[in-house]
């Protein structure tokens, strides 16, 4: 009889693999969950690999593979351990998703297990959570023959319920303007039951949603469609905000699930985005799953295993949703493919279109990448190397115009002695005339709180953060200063801690001093302020966009967070207030580029009904080429300039960037691990290595911060080079911390 050997991915203990014996008689499989003896305790672990030669030599499986001990199970005698349990019959892995991770792991230069660990969530790995319970009232039909009378009240409340059939207890009494107490006493006398049940945990149960029907296509959307279904390669969906993606990639959803496969649809951000994922399920219904970091830990638990199952067979969910174990998988569909949010900001730090694609062609699924503004990468792809095929939507379905975009120079509205103006002129006239005419606006300022710094009157220092070297922000509404790095809060002093005078200015513009303003110059406008401090209750979102969306408020004011996705019909203005705020990150070669985004993105908002929409866009910079290529709509001419740039410049795409930050609360430590580490890699060959520098954010949460960039035509090279170079293992100092991020979108 021969032996069996499993490699084993243990959790929480990373960077590491682990080979225990199969019991004769223990049924294993790759992919499960099992439980296996670890040092001196049970822990839980997934079989990444079966072999039946014993591997009596430690094999280099993942980067940094076990020592000679650990690859024993701990145990120090040369017996192979045997693997206890297996926890789940049902693998939580496809052979096809951990190949997936084993190139995750590779590229991005991560251990097996921390691939694994982010391919599932949190409440599934920890197996679960408590199910939530919840009461339902059952009217006994027809009324008790003995049962004691009833008051006149209890008699028309008892008449109601067998009217509505009953119900959940608390929205129950909701409708019925009574109380728990009072149903209960109703049930004590023997016309009613309350019941104990488990509440199905489905994030999109208690919505009511209509159904909708597949729309006939237009002759653009047709064409996409084709090219979708035709393609082997991805296909990048290059459409103007109210082409009809969505609509599109419903029915290709739709195509993928008569052929009995599922589909996973990725969403930046999923809590900005919940009239996408509405859309979805009107569509779908059922054989929706939401994976969403803000629901419940049971209910990620239940969609997960739902999946699992083969239940749900259409997922909904931010970057780790590209996860999901949807087998088997027809298409992946990335929206807004150029975000941002799509880049995970811990180790691993992959980016979740790249990985939607790598899955897509491992398990031979169609792909989607749809933009209004691609990012310059899948812009290249689609173009100049043809990696992707190329689908246009260039106008708005229903002839519904682009909305007209006029470019205000702030330096010409300012007023002598009094700085820039929030709003101006034009902006006034503008909101005023749309307001009269009962229709709404939108105003978009990337900056929250009320004044981005706190400057002394007398010498000019501004208030920073005791941890970071960042400016404080102050916040009218609490009186305070505020980190939005790390979250710490003060007072405003009484003094400057530099001059003692007792003067302060509160310099800058964000969205609460904007909302203040906003209250003087029209004071019987309603508005709707939208950041992540009026937004930090769970649902607040969705609750502040159903207000708008009702028409309860004339204006909603607020970040970058009301840029995506939203599709209101009524809005016919929207005003960008400080168009080159994210342009002027001197470090930052992705500034253009964002710059563009952001105008295109957030003037896609207006005009998405019948009515004509107008943007006014206020900027210092009104002749910056993203800026200019923004407001006339022109993307194609942007991204040919810009690519010319960057080829220039040897800059992605036209190289792989790596940035490697040094952490630790020593400076001189820190600058000295960063600068060796420079040195050794600036010797590997087939990178370039660029010398060590304190970071553009040097100190935060009061760890020191050094940088230094790497340059390489693939990933590859540069995993290569740091798995050589970088100190990685062997620490220098205790506290001293290396981080590496391959196509490391913002160098902070
Ligand atoms: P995008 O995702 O490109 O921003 P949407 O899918 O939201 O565009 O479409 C914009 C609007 O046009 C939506 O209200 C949608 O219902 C409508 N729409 C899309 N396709 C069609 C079609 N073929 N016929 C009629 N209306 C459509
Ligand atoms: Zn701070």
């Known amino acids: 009889m021969k032996e069996l050997f499993a490699q084993v991915a243990i959790e929480r203990v990373p960077d590491r693999l682990f080979t225990y014996a199969v019991r004769d008689g223990l049924e294993v499989r790759v992919g499960q969950r099992v ?34 001990e650990d690859l024993f199970g701990g145990a120090p005698a040369p017996r192979i351990k045997a693997i206890a349990e297996v926890a789940d019959p049902a693998p939580y892995f496809s052979e096809g998703t951990l190949r997936l991770l084993r190139w995750l792991a590779g590229y991005y230069d991560v251990g097996l297990t921390l691939a694994l660990r982010c391919a599932l969530p949190a409440p599934v790995r920890a197996g679960g959570g408590k199910a939530r319970e919840l009461f339902v009232v059952v009217p006994v039909v027809p009324q008790p023959p003995h049962a004691p009378p009833l008051s006149k009240r209890q008699k028309t409340l008892y008449e109601e319920v067998v009217r509505v059939d009953g119900g959940r207890l608390a929205p129950l009494c909701k409708e019925l303007a009574t109380t728990p107490a009072t149903l209960r006493r109703l049930a004590a006398l023997g016309y009613v039951k309350v019941e104990r049940r488990e509440a199905p945990r489905n994030p999109l149960a208690g919505r009511r949603l209509l159904p909708t029907k597949p729309l006939p296509l237009t002759p653009g959307q047709a064409a996409a469609l084709r090219t979708i279904l035709a393609e082997r390669r991805p296909t990048l969906l290059f459409g103007v905000t109210g082409s009809g993606k969505t609509e599109v990639y419903m029915q290709a959803i739709a195509q993928t699930l008569a052929e009995g496969r599922g589909a996973i649809v990725l969403v930046p951000e ?11 399920a009107a569509r779908f219904g059922g054989a929706v799953a939401v994976l969403h970091s803000a629901l419940g830990d049971g209910e990620r638990h239940d969609e997960w295993h739902r999946i699992r199952r083969g239940e749900a ?21 990335v929206d807004e493919e150029h975000d941002p949010g799509y880049k995970q900001d811990e180790s691993p730090r992959y980016f979740a279109r790249d990985v939607a694609v790598m899955r897509a062609s491992i398990e031979g699924a169609r792909c989607v990448l749809g933009s209004a503004t691609p990012s310059l990468e899948s812009w290249r792809n689609a173009t100049e190397l043809g990696k992707y095929a190329l689908a246009r939507l260039p106008e708005r379905v229903g002839g519904a115009m682009l909305p007209d975009v006029a470019v205000i120079d702030l330096r010409e509205a300012a007023r002598p002695g009094q700085g820039l103006p929030i709003f101006a002129e034009p902006l006034i006239d503008a909101l005023k005339a749309c307001l009269a005419r009962g229709e709404q606006a939108i105003l978009f300022l990337n900056r929250r709180g009320y004044a981005t710094t706190y400057q002394c009157g007398a010498c000019g220092e501004p208030i920073v953060c005791a941890h970071c070297s960042a400016k404080l922000t102050y916040h009218a509404k609490d009186d305070t200063l505020r980190c939005h790095l790390c979250g710490a809060w003060q007072r405003p002093p009484a003094a400057c801690p530099h001059c003692h005078a007792p003067l302060f200015k509160p310099l800058g513009i964000g969205t609460q001093r904007v909302e203040a303003a906003l209250h003087a110059i029209l004071p ?40 995506k996705g939203l599709d209101f019909p009524n809005v016919t203005l929207v005003g960008i207030l400080a168009a080159d705020r994210s342009l002027n990150i001197p470090y930052d070669f992705r500034a253009p580029e964002r710059t563009f985004q952001l105008i295109a993105q957030v003037s896609g908002r207006a005009g998405r009904g019948t009515l004509p929409g107008r943007v006014i866009v206020q900027t210092l910079q009104p002749d910056h080429p993203a800026i200019r290529a923004a407001c006339a709509c022109a993307y194609e001419r942007f991204a040919a300039d810009e690519l010319a740039e960057r080829r220039a410049a040897g800059l992605p795409p036209y190289a792989k960037l790596a940035c490697v930050t040094f952490t630790g609360a020593d400076p001189e430590a820190t600058r000295r691990a960063a ?73 902070a």
């Open 270 to 280: 999923i809590s900005l985005t919940p009239q996408t994922v509405n859309r979805f």
């Open 35 to 68: 439980v296996v003896p670890w040092r001196q305790v049970l822990r839980q672990g997934y079989v990444v690999g079966l072999t039946d030669t014993c591997p009596a030599l430690p094999g280099r499986e993942a980067r940094g593979a076990a020592a000679g």
């Open 313 to 333: 067979r259409v997922v909904v969910g931010p970057r780790s949703a590209v996860f999901a174990p949807v087998a088997p998988l027809g298409l992946i569909i």
């Open 675 to 747: 600068e060796a580490a420079a040195r050794r890699l600036a010797a590997c060959r087939g990178i370039e290595a660029l010398p060590a520098m304190p970071a553009p954010l040097e100190r935060k949460e009061d760890r020191w911060r050094w940088q230094l960039i790497l340059k390489a035509p693939s990933s590859r090279a540069i995993v290569a080079a740091c798995d050589h170079a970088l100190p990685r293992d062997t620490r220098l100092s205790p506290d001293l911390r290396v981080l590496v991020d391959i196509d490391a979108l913002f160098l």
């Open 524 to 563: 019987a406008a309603r508005v709707i302020r939208m950041d992540a401090d009026s937004t930090a209750r769970r649902h607040s979102h969705d609750e502040l966009l159903a207000a708008f969306r009702a028409k309860e408020a004339d204006i909603l004011l607020g970040t970058q967070m009301i840029a």
